[in-house]
């Protein structure tokens, strides 16, 4: 879990209805702008017709709101009208010390550590022991940190950051949600399900930084693409985690994948469990990398219209993740028993790489 990341033709401009601006007609093919009409494998076993790439699904979520509260909360915290929380600066320091050893030490590079911290609750090796009732504390914690009051201090780190940047609450309280859904549901039977899910995990983070990072002074594309494009790299990261953590999933009874798709290839949980790569799970794997690559590529052309300093770090992650993808085709898409990684020496040439094009400011970003 930016600006207008996009690649087709003015795919960022909405109209009054900004409510939808997440899931833009545009985005859509305009013969199947509902969903993804199922194809059944035949008695052949024949590999279906491609599945949609971009099909960006009608969630409901009212992001828009989220983000006319946060662009007028920042353009006040410039007129110093933004309630600031003082704290000692002693403690500031080793709090925000603290948050950069932990998201160094989970490579989250799109995760705030608090983040880190919730995810590694039901994700981590303690995940049986945790309830509903620990989410419900960490979101008592999380009104208190916003009212600015932390509980210790890597809660002091983020309470300082939404006091000086006036994040608003709701895409942190929908990634506990995220987290939430995770002690229930181990299944997603088609991919408006997964879309929320990595929404909720990833997507909100985009909501929550693009404020830290801050926008190119010089860009000229709205405020709401710019969101929208956020949200378009966490969702693109979090189905890359996914697809290189099918086999590591699979261990602990979890799927991510879309039940309706699998079923689609000729495929089920049994298979996913067997860990069989067989040629209908390599058709299956294609499919599911190329819709990734569709939101990186949403991502790509925006990086340029957020401040500068953000864009080394940006562009570093997109290529890296992109990589991920690279490498589990490099695998023959065996992702159910390799694990797909990006070696130090490619990982410097990446970097190399990703400076290069954080120099580089295109004219669009005028336009």
């Given at each position: 879990?930016c ?5 087709s033709t003015?795919p ?5 209805n ?8 545009s ?10 009409r199922?194809?059944k494998c035949?008695s052949?076993?024949?590999?279906p017709?491609p599945?949609?790439?971009e099909?960006?699904?009608r969630?409901?979520l009212r ?13 006040l ?7 600031r929380?003082?704290?000692n600066?002693t403690?500031l320091?080793e ?6 050893n932990?998201?160094?030490e ?6 705030l550590?608090?983040g ?10 303690n ?7 620990l ?9 208190d940190?916003?009212?600015g009051r932390p509980y ?9 950051t939404?006091s000086?940047f006036?994040?608003?609450?709701k895409?942190?309280?929908e ?7 995770d002690?229930?549901?181990?299944r997603?039977?088609?991919?408006q399900e997964?879309y ?11 909501i929550?930084?693009v404020?830290?990072m801050g926008?190119?002074p010089?860009?000229s594309v709205s ?8 949200i ?5 990261n979090q189905?890359t985690?996914?697809?290189r953590?099918?086999g590591e ?9 879309p039940?309706d798709?699998l ?6 949980d ?5 860990r ?5 799970w390599?058709e ?6 190329a819709?990734?690559r569709f939101?990186?590529n949403?991502?790509e052309q ?9 864009h080394?770090?940006?562009?570093s992650?997109?290529l890296?993740y ?12 065996d992702n159910?028993t ?9 990982k410097l040439?990446?970097l190399?790489h ?5 120099q580089?400011v ?6």
């Amino acid at each position: 879990m930016c600006s207008t990341f996009s690649v087709s033709t003015n795919p960022c401009s909405y109209g009054a209805n900004n409510a939808r601006f997440l899931h833009s007609k545009s985005f859509v093919t305009r013969t199947r702008a509902q969903g993804i009409r199922a194809h059944k494998c035949s008695s052949s076993g024949a590999i279906p017709r491609p599945l949609i790439k971009e099909f960006i699904p009608r969630t409901g979520l009212r992001v828009h709101e989220i983000v006319e509260r946060q662009s007028q909360a920042n353009n006040l915290t410039k007129q110093d009208a933004c309630r600031r929380v003082e704290m000692n600066l002693t403690l500031l320091e080793e709090a925000y010390k603290r948050s950069r050893n932990i998201c160094a030490e989970y490579a989250r590079t799109y995760y705030l550590a608090w983040g880190t911290r919730i995810d590694e609750m039901v994700d981590g090796p303690n995940a049986v022991y945790m309830g509903t009732s620990l989410l419900d504390r960490w979101e008592e914690r999380l009104q208190d940190i916003f009212d600015g009051r932390p509980y210790d201090i890597l809660d002091a780190a983020l309470t300082d950051t939404v006091s000086n940047f006036c994040l608003d609450i709701k895409p942190f309280k929908e990634m506990i949600e995220g987290m939430r859904m995770d002690t229930w549901k181990s299944r997603y039977k088609n991919f408006q399900e997964l879309y929320l899910y990595c929404y909720y995990v990833a997507g909100t983070a985009g909501i929550m930084t693009v404020p830290v990072m801050g926008i190119a002074p010089e860009s000229s594309v709205s405020t709401k693409s710019i969101y929208n494009a956020a949200i378009h790299f966490g969702i693109a990261n979090q189905l890359t985690n996914i697809l290189r953590d099918v086999g590591e999933d699979a261990w602990i009874g979890r799927i991510y994948l879309p039940q309706d798709e699998l079923e689609q290839f000729g495929l089920s949980d049994q298979d996913v469990f067997a860990r069989k790569v067989t040629d209908n799970w390599r058709e299956f794997m294609k499919e599911q990398i190329a819709r990734a690559r569709f939101y990186y590529n949403l991502v790509e052309q925006g990086i340029s219209r957020l401040d500068k300093a953000s864009h080394w770090p940006l562009w570093s992650s997109l290529l890296l993740y992109q990589n991920i993808l690279d490498a589990i085709e490099e695998n023959d898409y065996d992702n159910l028993t390799k694990r797909a990684y990006v070696g130090k020496t490619k990982k410097l040439i990446i970097l190399s790489h990703a400076y290069k094009k954080a120099q580089s400011v295109p004219s669009s970003i005028f336009h």
